[in-house]
């Protein structure tokens, strides 16, 4: 069973190759999401890691919250499940 992972507090300058090196110390790593500003492409802080399993999301968690990356302290937790947005007037909302 895959877990998702969510990386935050990262550096802009942190790219999927980099989590990919470091969180396959953990496990065997199925894909690296590093979510980005859909105008300007830029990185928005945080990223996606789907680990193979449990024991090896468990493992990355305990080896990379609170770890130095590229001059940031990330933030590693299991990801909570994406909320539906409603649109309204054009705009996102998350509430009814």
């Known amino acids: 069973m895959v877990i998702k992972l969510y990386v935050g507090n990262m550096s802009a300058e942190t790219n999927e190759q980099d989590l990919q090196t470091m969180f396959s110390e953990a496990g065997a790593v199925e894909s690296v999401d590093v979510i980005k500003d859909r105008r300007t492409g830029k990185a928005k802080g945080f990223a996606f890691v789907t680990m193979a399993s449990q024991v090896?999301?468990?493992?990355?968690?305990?080896?990379?919250?609170?770890?130095?990356?590229?001059?940031?302290?990330?933030?590693?937790?299991?990801?909570?499940?994406r909320e539906e947005r409603v649109t309204v007037g054009g705009a996102h909302n998350t509430h009814q």
């Open 56 to 81: 090896e999301a468990d493992k990355a968690i305990s080896m990379f919250d609170a770890k130095d990356l590229n001059d940031h302290t990330l933030k590693v937790n299991i990801a909570r499940p």
